[in-house]
């Protein structure tokens, strides 16, 4: 989105959906580290809204408990490879005991994720989007189903706080915002364009 003003700030605004796939996947490190590298240049600068840490920390517990169970799974799927692939029986086990190990360690896994989370969210500027005003604000956008409150089952107000969030920081330059919640933010199956809303 970009802002009509003459500032040259670009702020990032991550919506808590995102963040918890950024922290549960050890895959998605990298993602986390450029992220990081990107907020070191000049002129950008990472958004943190009280609504979005309040959400990811209470999905924090989960993260790390989603990927045990996981890793179970696999583990679980690899003694049934056994019985069923004995050519690669060996394989498998050292596979095994390799997957135990690095369970065993917390920093082989999502912990450094967290760890990375944690010190971008030390480093953005934290933003009150919980005023009276602003749950006045999105209790009547949920009530009225105006997006981002567009479905009667999923709509919340972290959704509409988030996005006044959005509207706030684009007086004062241009906002690039991520979320994986598409329906209730996009123009139908335009995903790269706002509701009209």
């Known amino acids: 989105f970009q802002s ?17 796939v950024l922290a549960k996947e050890p895959n998605l490190y990298d ?12 002129n950008f600068v990472l958004v943190l809204p009280k609504s979005v840490k309040i959400e990811f920390e209470r999905h924090r ?24 692939f004995p050519d690669y029986s060996e394989d498998l086990l050292k596979l095994h005991n390799d997957i135990q190990n690095a369970l ?22 934290p933003m009150n989007n919980c005023s009276e005003l602003m749950l006045a604000e999105a209790g009547r956008r949920v009530f009225n189903r105006t997006a981002p409150a567009l479905n009667s089952r999923s709509s919340s107000v972290g959704d509409c706080l988030l996005w006044s969030t959005v509207l706030k920081s684009i007086k004062k330059g241009d906002v690039w915002f991520c979320t994986d919640n598409k329906h209730d933010f996009s123009q139908g199956d335009r995903y790269d364009l706002p509701h009209e809303d």
Request: hydrophobic residues 40%; proline residues 1%; aromatic residues 8%.
């Open 104 to 125: 065993a360690n917390p920093n082989s896994h999502v912990e450094n994720n967290l760890k990375l989370v944690d010190a971008l969210f030390e480093q953005a500027i």
């Open 4 to 20: 009509k003003s003459k500032y040259m700030s670009r702020f990032i605004i991550i919506d808590t959906c995102v963040w918890i």
């Open 61 to 84: 517990g989960q993260i790390e408990a989603d990927w045990n169970n996981k890793c179970k799974r696999l583990i679980s799927g690899m003694k049934d490879g056994r019985k069923h």
């Open 31 to 42: 993602l986390l580290e450029t992220l990081k590298t990107i907020l070191y240049q000049k």
